[in-house]
């Protein structure tokens, strides 16, 4: 007697205690716009969780720029026990035990895409989308992911750490950089760029007094200050199709004089343009893609992952690329990047989210 294949029951999972908790509302109503079938959690930003109805996360406006706050169909406490609350049969919204829970991970930032999520999930064998806990771990943390694509030989910036709580030493890291290179990008080390992003300029010493006040606010939190490389900006998507590994087209981003890549430039296009794809040639398109995969492999992604990088061009006239930094739960917006590529690679949206959920099933049975 055959025993018949178990059901799943899709959840998308958003919000949480990131300051990218916004993006990741925006990012749910898309997802729940694919994925007809799915529940849809809120991880507030205090650690509750709250099942929500599809409508109303539709219905909410302005999502990158207002909080969200739903009225939940039932609740718990804690992230940990609304997932040991799976397979419990009381409520009318509780999941049936014949089927197994699928989470679509529609988070960003802190809790959600640093690997402790993923590790919940790993722990009590349920199926999500996107990388596991150490490949999460590793993304999520600037200096470890250039650590692991510099151990494939793939180039990346001049760069150390410095620490809000210890301002002295930071500023004479800072100066020591300044002597070497005329500019320095220094951003939070573990947490999205588009929020505390600084740039230090040798001939502007008001600059460094700036970002040292930025970095005096975040008392806790490690930066990476960086060798600013000039060149053509890329982000490149990678998925793991039916026929392996696969690089989508290249986005260029191209920022305004006097404005920056941050959360203003990348949600709600002030100062920037993305275009998809890139107008570049045939060959950086391809060593970009070539970077792409790799950076995607030295860490360990799974499904999917972007990677931002340069382009430099060199003195001779050859270009090279230059790893910036790898992203293990890019934002699946209707806007976001990651759709911009699959579009002009003519891969449905649908197609796309149905893959990344065959395959968080078999990787997890």
């Known amino acids: 007697m055959m025993l018949a294949k178990p059901q799943f029951q899709p959840f998308i999972i958003f919000g949480g205690p990131s300051s990218e908790r916004l993006v990741s509302v925006a990012t749910a109503q898309n997802l729940s716009r694919l994925l007809p079938d799915a529940r849809c959690w809120f991880w507030h930003q205090l650690g509750e969780v709250s099942e929500v109805s599809k409508t109303e996360l539709q219905e909410h406006a302005r999502p990158f720029e207002c909080e969200f706050k739903p009225k939940p169909i039932q609740a718990w406490k804690t992230i940990s026990s609304a997932l040991d609350s799976i397979g419990q049969t009381t409520g009318s919204?509780?999941?049936a035990e014949s089927l197994k829970p699928v989470f679509v991970l529609g988070l960003h930032g802190k809790g959600g895409e640093d690997g402790e999520l993923q590790k919940l999930f790993e722990d009590r064998h349920f199926a999500f989308t996107g990388s596991g806990s150490q490949a999460s771990r590793i993304a999520f943390n600037k200096s470890e992911a250039k650590k692991s694509v510099s151990a494939r030989q793939v180039l990346t910036p001049p760069a150390e750490v410095v620490i809000g709580s210890q301002l002295t030493e930071a500023r004479q890291i800072l100066e020591k950089l300044l002597v070497q290179y005329s500019?320095?990008?220094?951003?939070?080390?573990?947490?999205?760029?588009?929020?505390?992003?600084?740039?230090?300029?040798?001939s502007q010493p008001a600059s460094l007094t700036e970002t040292l006040k930025v970095l005096e606010k975040m008392p806790t939190e490690k930066f990476v200050a960086e060798a600013f490389i000039s060149g053509?900006?890329?982000?490149?998507?990678?998925?793991?199709?039916?026929a392996g590994l696969r690089a989508l087209p290249p986005t260029e981003v191209r920022i305004e004089a006097g404005r920056q890549f941050d959360y203003e430039g990348k949600y709600l296009?002030?100062?920037?343009a993305e275009i998809t794809p890139a107008e570049v040639s045939e060959s950086v398109t391809l060593m970009a893609q070539k970077l792409a995969l790799a950076a995607h492999e030295a860490v360990g992604c799974m499904g999917y992952s972007r990677t931002d990088m340069i382009i430099e061009k060199l003195p001779n006239g050859d270009y090279r690329p230059v790893f910036l930094e790898i992203n293990n739960l890019p934002g699946m917006t209707k806007a976001s990047l990651i759709p911009q590529q699959l579009a002009v690679a003519k891969i449905s949206m649908s197609d796309f989210m149905q893959r990344q959920i065959q395959l968080a099933i078999l990787r997890s049975s």
């Open 269 to 272: 296009g002030k100062g920037t």
């Open 232 to 242: 053509v900006e890329l982000t490149v998507g990678v998925y793991d199709s039916e």
């Open 93 to 95: 919204a509780s999941v």
């Open 183 to 202: 500019r320095l990008v220094v951003k939070p080390q573990s947490d999205g760029s588009s929020h505390g992003l600084c740039f230090v300029d040798r």
